[in-house]
């Protein structure tokens, strides 16, 4: 006798290896779940719900300084390296690894550190290579410029790096500089070649100096230009290209191989910082005293890509997430904002309780933390994204976090998740200030419609926010 059975293949039930789950057979006829949808929102209003619930973004504060940190600058191709001047003239080499500092330079300039950067790797004498027979060691300094008329060259091993015998902080701390560069004025910022042993410095004029020679190589300026240069930066793809901000509301470019000023614009109030973005080379960002951010394409200045508003104070600093998808930015109302490119509302905002007016703002180099320099002497360490979670984080979590990121961009439009998502809580003269702001631009947006409508057709034509940013363009 025959029976007809119902045979399974046990690979579509059972796991197939051990350890792995088993596998779930579903439908996926949309008739067969009619709340799916349903289910869905209400994932991602949980999704949104557990990003703020744990979003815990400070870290750890750096002490050391008894004055302000107006100067902050990373270790070029290091991780946990960073350096911070203060306004009583001391440097110190930060481990944000173990939370410990390097090195220190107490009275490293005779008032306030005005400029950090690391210069370009050079190779010293070290073990000798067995394959050219050469002595192959590379040396990282730091050059710091003042108020003192004076940029210094400083040595920044330490024995960690394989250099010497073992030394404690008092014998570091007694090093004297490489090399002094003297000026006939005070120098308000400093920044390094790409690739070449070139720096420059900001005063009274753009310099242009050797690593190797005591004076300076060239000087730039605009013809016509008088003012003092707040800030200078060489663009990071065409290291050539040198940009640079100055107290009469101008944003100039030059080029050091034509050893002129090719373009200047003029603002309609003063920019305090400005940084290159890492991954357009023809972007740059420049934080203003209007409590804006703008950023512009260099090959067309007439007006600012994006405008970005949340600060209710002057924007001091600003720095570029190493991807360039984001960046940085610290202003005088006590707190640090993070951006996303492109969009003109910061994504999220970090304040404490005795965080003063910061200064100096920066990423580190694996894009995952943010570092402050505030006014209370504080060097602060954040987290890039307030919701992560330090340590190691296996596959399981990674994936459940990825697929709670794309709910909640899937649903940011929704009214009640858009809400939690966009909620911060504010220190209370922050909030105040930024109602008292919000009132009046309105008072101001009534103020022009009604001289518009007062006004002979077509003569008073409103104009764009992003327009307003511009005065006139300078060659």
Not at 17 to 38: C, I, M, Y
Not at 176 to 192: A, C, E, Q
Not at 258 to 284: D, H
Request: contains cysteine; proline residues 4%.
């Amino acid at each position: 006798m025959k029976i007809s059975v119902l045979h399974h293949n046990p690979s579509t039930y059972l796991p197939t290896r051990s350890g792995d789950p088993t596998p779930v057979q579903r439908n996926l006829e949309p008739s067969v779940h009619p709340f799916a949808k349903a289910r869905e929102r209400q994932r991602a209003l949980n999704a949104a719900k557990i990003e703020r619930m744990f979003s815990k973004p400070f870290i750890t504060s750096l002490e050391g300084h008894i004055d302000g940190v107006y100067s902050l600058v990373k270790v070029r191709d290091e991780l946990g390296g960073m350096a911070s001047g203060s306004g009583d003239g001391e440097i110190i080499i930060h481990d944000l690894v173990t939370r410990k500092p390097r090195l220190r330079f107490p009275g490293a300039h005779k008032g306030m550190v005005t400029g950090l950067v690391f210069t370009q790797d050079i190779k010293i004498g070290g073990e000798p290579d067995e394959e050219e027979g050469t002595t192959t060691s590379l040396e990282t300094r730091l050059l710091s410029c003042g108020s003192d008329k004076t940029v210094k060259l400083w040595d920044v091993r330490t024995s960690s790096d394989g250099v010497g015998d073992e030394e404690d902080m008092e014998s570091r701390s007694q090093r004297t500089p490489l090399g002094v560069f003297p000026g006939k004025m005070p120098f308000n910022s400093i920044d390094h070649h790409r690739s070449d042993q070139l720096f420059a410095t900001a005063s009274d004029v753009v310099q242009v100096w050797d690593e190797n020679k005591s004076a300076p190589v060239s000087n730039l300026s605009f013809p016509t230009s008088s003012e003092t240069i707040t800030s200078v930066k060489f663009n990071l793809s065409e290291s050539s290209v040198l940009a640079s901000i100055g107290t009469d509301r101008t944003f100039t470019l030059y080029d050091i191989r034509t050893g002129k000023a090719e373009r200047r614009v003029v603002l309609q109030m003063r920019a305090n910082s400005l940084s290159w973005s890492p991954t357009f080379p023809t972007v740059i960002l420049l934080a203003s005293e209007d409590h804006n951010l703008y950023t512009f394409d260099i090959r067309a200045l007439k007006s600012p890509t994006q405008v970005y508003k949340d600060h209710v104070a002057a924007v001091m600093s600003c720095d570029w997430c190493p991807t360039g998808t984001g960046f940085v930015s610290g202003g005088w109302d006590r707190t640090v904002r993070l951006w996303k490119e492109g969009v003109g509302r910061s994504v999220d905002v970090y304040h404490t309780k005795r965080m003063q007016r910061v200064f100096a703002t920066t990423y580190t180099n694996d894009a995952k933390f943010v570092v402050s320099g505030s006014d209370d002497g504080n060097v602060r360490i954040w987290k890039a994204r307030a919701s992560d979670r330090l340590g190691v984080i296996d596959g399981r979590e990674r994936a459940a976090r990825e697929y709670r990121d794309k709910l909640r961009e899937r649903w940011k439009m929704d009214a009640e998740i858009g809400r939690i998502e966009r909620g911060r809580h504010l220190p209370k003269a922050i909030h105040s200030a930024a109602k008292l702001k919000r009132t009046m631009l309105d008072s101001r947006k009534v103020k022009e419609e009604r001289i518009r409508k007062h006004t002979r057709a077509g003569k008073s034509k409103p104009k764009a926010e992003k327009h307003r940013a511009v005065v006139t363009v300078q060659t």
